[in-house]
């Protein structure tokens, strides 16, 4: 990875600046917090169209999404965002167990693919520098979603 500069640390802090928004603020905490379906059938239900916990759905993975294009396509500095940020991997995981079956219903074969591979390359990377720290990752994440209420 290349070395990072001004202009890298200039966009993570503007991405961070961005998740301060009170609006995007709202609709991360209640990802977070409540957003736990298992299926795509629990997805559905807790986010019905033109629900605000469909708004809000979109505006999280979205948000993610966009920082996913960014860092596949070498704008973002990879081994920079890494070290300072982990909430796109939770994000990740709470929407990998049903992605496939929204890919296949909405028939958006690429639907959160720059998320996808983004957490796959910071799997990776922390794999590299601690021999299976995404696994602890996994945990952790999944330590949130139990504690986490199962409401809306």
């Known amino acids: 990875m290349s070395c990072p500069d001004a202009q890298d640390a200039n966009l993570v802090l503007r991405l961070y600046e961005l998740r301060r928004e009170s609006v995007l603020r709202e609709a991360r905490d209640w990802f977070i ?3 736990n379906p298992q299926s ?3 997805f559905v239900e807790q986010c019905p169209m033109g629900s605000d916990q469909n708004r809000m759905f979109r505006m999280v993975t979205s948000y993610w999404e966009m920082v996913g294009a960014f860092l596949n396509n070498g704008v973002l500095n990879a081994d920079l965002y890494f070290q300072t940020t982990g909430e796109h991997l939770v994000t990740w995981l709470k929407v990998e167990p049903f992605v ?3 890919r296949q219903t909405f028939n ?3 639907m959160l693919k720059n998320l996808e591979e983004m957490a796959k ?3 990776a990377w922390m ?3 601690t021999p299976g720290s995404s696994e602890n990752f996994r945990a952790f994440a999944r330590s949130i979603a139990e504690r986490s209420p199962k409401t809306r």
């Open 100 to 102: 496939p079956k929204m």
């Open 33 to 35: 917090q409540r957003f």
């Open 121 to 123: 390359k910071h799997m």
């Open 127 to 129: 794999d590299a520098r």
């Open 40 to 42: 795509f059938e629990q």
């Open 108 to 110: 958006m074969p690429h």
